[in-house]
């Protein structure tokens, strides 16, 4: 699993949230550097979960890059800007919206419900 912000304190959130799942989690504080690893990785993550405003790309454009490689994965987009009607539009097809801030307890529920 891939987890991306621009903001720190929020991918520990997000990886203290996930903690307990069986799955590994790969922080990143960027988009470019999200997207290196997806190309790199032998075994594509089965799940993204990305902030929507991330500077240069957004949330949006990481999605839809790294989907090119992996049309399978799932997608939860989490954001404190964008609205869920955007997200849930988008051509880039998120799977779940998350609001911030929002408890860490409903991202876990999320992730465990499309890996489930």
């Known amino acids: 699993m891939f987890v991306v912000d621009d903001e720190p304190t929020l991918l520990d959130l997000a990886e203290a949230a996930l903690q307990e799942l069986p799955v590994s989690i790969q ?16 075994t594509k993550p089965a799940v993204l979960v990305t902030d929507y405003a991330l500077g240069k790309m957004n949330g949006l454009e990481l999605i839809a890059q790294c989907r090119k490689l992996h049309p399978e994965l799932k997608v939860v987009m989490v954001s404190g800007h964008a609205v ?13 919206f998350l609001p911030k801030p929002y408890p860490p307890e409903a991202l876990a529920d999320i992730v465990k419900q499309l890996v489930g």
Request: proline residues 10%; charged residues 30%.
């Open 27 to 42: 922080k990143f504080p960027t988009p470019q550097e999200a997207l290196a690893a997806f190309r790199k990785a032998r």
């Open 84 to 96: 869920a009607e955007i997200a849930l539009a988008a051509p880039a097809q998120v799977d779940r």
